[in-house]
T-cell receptor, first 113, second 113 residues
Framework: GENVEQHPSTLSVQEGDSAVIKCTYSDSASNYFPWYKQELGKRPQLIIDIRSNVGEKKDQRIAVTLNKTAKHFSLHITETQPEDSAVYFCAEGGGTSYGKLTFGQGTILTVHP | NAGVTQTPKFQVLKTGQSMTLQCAQDMNHNSMYWYRQDPGMGLRLIYYSASEGTTDKGEVPNGYNVSRLNKREFSLRLESAAPSQTSVYFC????????????FGDGTRLSIL
C-alpha cells in the first residue's frame, strides 16, 4: 500500500531562520501532494499543495518542491516566526485513490524567539 | 458556512459501550473521510465515502462501522468500545474534481476507560 516517510520528526530553529521538512512516498501513481499545519488542539489546515505537473510552488514565505523521479517532496519555510510553531504533515494522493490521502507522521516545528 | 461540523467535541466511554460520532458538511462535497490521530502516528484513515451511497475501508477499519446517511452526513460508529480506540477522530470532506484538498472538522476527543 501507499507509504509516506516524513523527516525530521522534530525541528527547532531560531526566529528568522529557514526550516525544511522532507517527505518520500512509494506510489508512483501519486499526483497530489498537500501540506497541512496543525496547531495544538486544532484541526489540520491546508497551507500549500502541489500537483505533479509542476516542480515548485511558492506562497509568500512557504514553498514546496517536488521531485517525481526520486519520489520526494519538501516544504520550505523562510524567515520563520514564532507563530509558525506547529505540527506539519505532508500527504500524498491522487491517481486512482478516489481522493484518499496518506499522511506522513508529522514534524513538530518549534521557532524560538 | 460552517464547513465540516463534528459532534460531540469530547466524550468519555466505558469499555464495551457503543457510540456514534456525527459529521456533517455544508460545502456540497462528494467525498467524506474519517481519520484517527494518535501521538506520533499522524492521521490514519478509518473509512471513506467517495460519493453518496458508497463506503470503503481505509487503513484501520477494525472495530468501526460507517454510514453515509446522505450527501451531507457521514457517521462513524463504535459498536463495542475498547481502550485502544482512545484517540482524536477527525472527519474531512473533499470536492470534485480530483486533486483537491480535504477540509477537516474540529475533531472529537474520545477516551475509553
Amino acid at each position: 500500500g501507499e507509504n509516506v516517510e516524513q523527516h525530521p520528526s522534530t525541528l527547532s530553529v531560531q526566529e528568522g531562520d529557514s526550516a525544511v521538512i522532507k517527505c518520500t512516498y512509494s506510489d508512483s501513481a501519486s499526483n497530489y501532494f498537500p501540506w497541512y499545519k496543525q496547531e495544538l488542539g486544532k484541526r489540520p489546515q491546508l497551507i500549500i499543495d502541489i500537483r505533479s505537473n509542476v516542480g515548485e510552488k511558492k506562497d509568500q514565505r512557504i514553498a514546496v518542491t517536488l521531485n517525481k523521479t526520486a519520489k520526494h517532496f519538501s516544504l520550505h519555510i523562510t524567515e520563520t516566526q514564532p507563530e509558525d510553531s506547529a505540527v506539519y504533515f505532508c500527504a500524498e494522493g491522487g491517481g486512482t485513490s478516489y481522493g484518499k490521502l496518506t499522511f506522513g507522521q508529522g514534524t513538530i516545528l518549534t521557532v524560538h524567539p | 458556512n460552517a464547513g465540516v461540523t463534528q459532534t460531540p467535541k469530547f466524550q468519555v466511554l466505558k469499555t464495551g459501550q457503543s457510540m456514534t460520532l456525527q459529521c456533517a458538511q455544508d460545502m456540497n462535497h462528494n467525498s467524506m473521510y474519517w481519520y484517527r490521530q494518535d501521538p506520533g502516528m499522524g492521521l490514519r484513515l478509518i473509512y471513506y465515502s467517495a460519493s453518496e451511497g458508497t463506503t470503503d475501508k481505509g487503513e484501520v477499519p477494525n472495530g468501526y462501522n460507517v454510514s453515509r446517511l446522505n450527501k451531507r452526513e457521514f457517521s462513524l460508529r463504535l459498536e463495542s468500545a475498547a481502550p485502544s480506540q482512545t484517540s482524536v477522530y477527525f472527519c474531512a470532506s473533499r470536492p470534485v474534481p480530483e486533486n483537491q484538498p480535504q477540509h477537516f472538522g474540529d475533531g472529537t476527543r474520545l477516551s475509553i476507560l
